[in-house]
């Protein structure tokens, strides 16, 4: 009877950790495409993805998102999928992604991928049978016939049936010859935005998610969340309204930007869908004994983000935050910054879990953003605060843009400009173009003779891992002894505290009693700065540099006080201190392995008595 009792304890542990991994993940998003080329076609795939997984595991992540890997003609890079349930041929076969999903296992690392649920390609055998009006797919999208208009001569002809406008330029409707009626595509032509009001749709969808849960993925990130619903013709004397102009400055009719959203975006029958996906996840936590991430794209106000979340009868997704992106940049003060970090978790509804978005495939770098000399500190703001960190890859070692000229460019965003002059403004190459693993031919990414999709970008010799590896101080090294403090229980679950002493310094504490903190400092300024930090009471004094950002004098292991830290131009580092509510760090791990005893003897007492 008492080891039973003993090994349930342990189980009990185990599972825990199995059901609350995704509250402090690591996620490193790949781009499969620029990953690692395994087999020299210039184009990344899953086996390269998988010979790197042990970099992945030995840098510290928890579990790895890839961009879809999913079978597609690539109108927009693999977000045009034509088949849900397999892989894209240029990225290996389904036996590929089970030998990576089997690997990562056995590293202790999670898959998650990534779910599109608001279109699928035109070259789908659903869109194909629905032009064909072929049941069950017959209103599997959203079909609307053209409205008659006259042109100025007094002419008549057929006008899409509403001014939306496509993300991507142009009209958001496409006429279809088969069908004899436009369909919508809020991105390009080829992605036909599925129809949320039919049932059916929606039962594939949620079929789609249990495909891949049944093979054991860890969850999903969801792609466009906030188009998935269009206004009801219904309730508009069954027509499509027309969205009211937004006035933006320099806007013209084919741009996204000249209307206001009001009836493509956002709508709040999204919510309920997202709800009822965690309801499928949800399935899996008994089977599988594994709780599955779901984390939901938008851009969006911050009141309409945080409602992914959930209510307080239904549990919802994690929705990216992505004010690092959008709402600061290379000038932002340490105001600015303590600002939009405590107005997420300020926002955030009590209890969720926060998240913090470095970069992704869909804007330019981080080192472009923030500037080079930034790329230490916003790289330990997002690991170091609460919640699960997301980065981008290359962002560990500070990738910038490449160059991808106008006969290069991939991007159907940049593409759609027709604008060999303007199209970078739109293009979103740049920052997808080659990892950089090390500095021979194609930055090792590629052992082709011929061209890689993207050209790598030219500073590969001097920005690129194996460089950072081999040296000491590198933005590597810092990433990896940052993300090896992820474990602690300060930064799993410590209190957390922002200050900005100035303009140029930012201060973030996470405090937990009886445990040593962790004290992140960043100084943005250009010049060194000697800090005082007595004003943080509960702080410990004692200080131990855990890691040093490229631009700090001071070295890893260094000690000192709390009253006068010393810290370089553009330097981020990260310090343990003493234990919080007295003591000093040794001494917790002393303590707590006696007490662990001692909790167990008595535990095993009073089973004892009760046996
Ligand atoms: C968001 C994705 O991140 C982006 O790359 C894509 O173009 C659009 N959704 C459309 O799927």
Redesign the pocket.
């Known amino acids: 009877m008492r080891l039973p009792i003993l090994l349930l304890a342990v189980a009990t542990a185990a599972a825990a950790s199995d059901l609350d991994w995704w509250k402090t993940a690591l996620v490193y998003q790949i781009y499969p495409r620029s990953f690692k080329d395994s087999n020299g076609d210039g184009t990344g795939d899953l086996n390269g993805i998988t010979e790197k997984l042990p970099y992945l595991q030995e840098t510290g992540i928890d579990a790895i998102w890839m961009?879809p890997i999913y079978r597609s003609p690539n109108y927009?890079?693999g977000?045009?999928i034509t088949d849900y349930r397999s892989i894209q041929e240029e990225y290996g076969t389904m036996e590929d992604f089970d030998r990576l999903l089997n690997v990562s296992r056995g590293l202790g690392m999670r898959v998650v991928l990534?779910f599109?649920p608001?279109?699928t390609g035109n070259e789908s055998e659903w869109f194909s049978k629905s032009t064909t009006r072929t049941s069950p797919y017959t209103d599997y999208y959203v079909w609307a016939d053209g409205l008659n208009a006259t042109d100025e001569n007094g002419t008549l002809y057929e006008k899409p049936p509403s001014n939306w406008v496509s993300?991507?330029r142009g009209s958001a409707w496409q006429y279809h010859q088969v069908r004899g009626q436009y369909y919508l595509h809020?991105?390009?032509i080829g992605?036909p935005d599925l129809n949320y009001r039919s049932d059916v749709v929606q039962e594939e969808m949620k079929n789609v998610l249990r495909f891949w849960l049944d093979k054991g993925v860890s969850g999903f990130r969801v792609?466009?969340i906030n188009?998935l619903y269009e206004a009801d013709p219904r309730n508009f004397s069954g027509l499509y309204p027309d969205e009211p102009l937004s006035g933006a400055e320099g806007a013209v009719p084919d741009d996204y930007e000249y209307l206001q959203h009001i009836y493509t975006e956002n709508l709040f029958e999204t919510y309920d869908v997202v709800y009822d996906w965690r309801d499928v996840l949800d399935e899996y936590i008994t089977s599988q004994g594994e709780y599955k991430i779901m984390m939901t794209?938008a851009y969006a106000d911050l009141q309409l983000m945080i409602r992914y979340y959930g209510t307080k009868t239904r549990n919802g997704s994690i929705p990216f935050n992505f004010s690092f992106l959008g709402d600061i940049n290379k000038d932002s003060t340490a105001w600015e910054i303590k600002t939009v970090i405590d107005k997420w978790m300020t926002y955030m509804p009590s209890g969720n879990v926060a998240n913090w978005v470095n970069g992704?495939?869909?804007q330019s770098r981080m080192a472009n953003r923030q500037g080079v000399d930034r790329v230490d500190a916003m790289n330990m703001l997002a690991l170091i605060l609460p919640g699960v960190a997301i980065t981008y890859q290359g962002e560990e070692i500070g990738m910038t843009d490449g160059y991808v000229s106008w006969n290069d460019t991939q991007d159907?965003?940049a593409c759609n400009t027709n604008d060999p002059v303007n199209y970078y403004k739109k293009s979103?190459d740049p920052n997808r173009t080659p990892y950089h693993w090390d500095g021979s031919a194609n930055a090792g990414f590629s052992n082709t003779t011929g061209a890689t999709w993207l050209p790598v970008a030219s500073n590969y010799q001097t920005v690129n891992l194996a460089a950072q590896m081999a040296t000491q101080k590198s933005h590597y090294h810092f990433y990896k002894d940052v993300a090896a403090q992820r474990k602690t229980p300060a930064l799993q679950e410590g209190d957390l505290d922002t200050r900005a002493l100035s303009e140029s310094l930012l201060v973030v504490t996470r405090l937990l009693p009886g445990e040593a903190g962790m004290l992140g400092v960043v100084n943005l300024a250009a010049e060194a700065q000697t800090i005082d930090l007595t004003s943080l009471k509960i702080l410990p004094s004692d200080l131990e540099v855990v890691a040093s950002g490229v631009n700090c004098a001071l070295e890893k292991n260094a000690t000192l006080t709390k009253s006068s830290i010393p810290v370089s131009a553009h330097c981020a580092l990260l310090f343990r201190s003493g234990i919080v509510g007295g003591g000093n760090a040794a001494g917790a791990h002393y303590l707590s392995l006696p007490l662990l005893v001692l909790l167990v003897v008595a535990t095993y007492s009073i089973t004892a008595c009760f046996s």
């Open positions: 961009s927009d890079s977000y045009d990534d599109v608001n279109h993300t991507f809020q991105f390009v992605q792609d466009a188009r794209e992704n495939h869909d159907p965003q979103r």
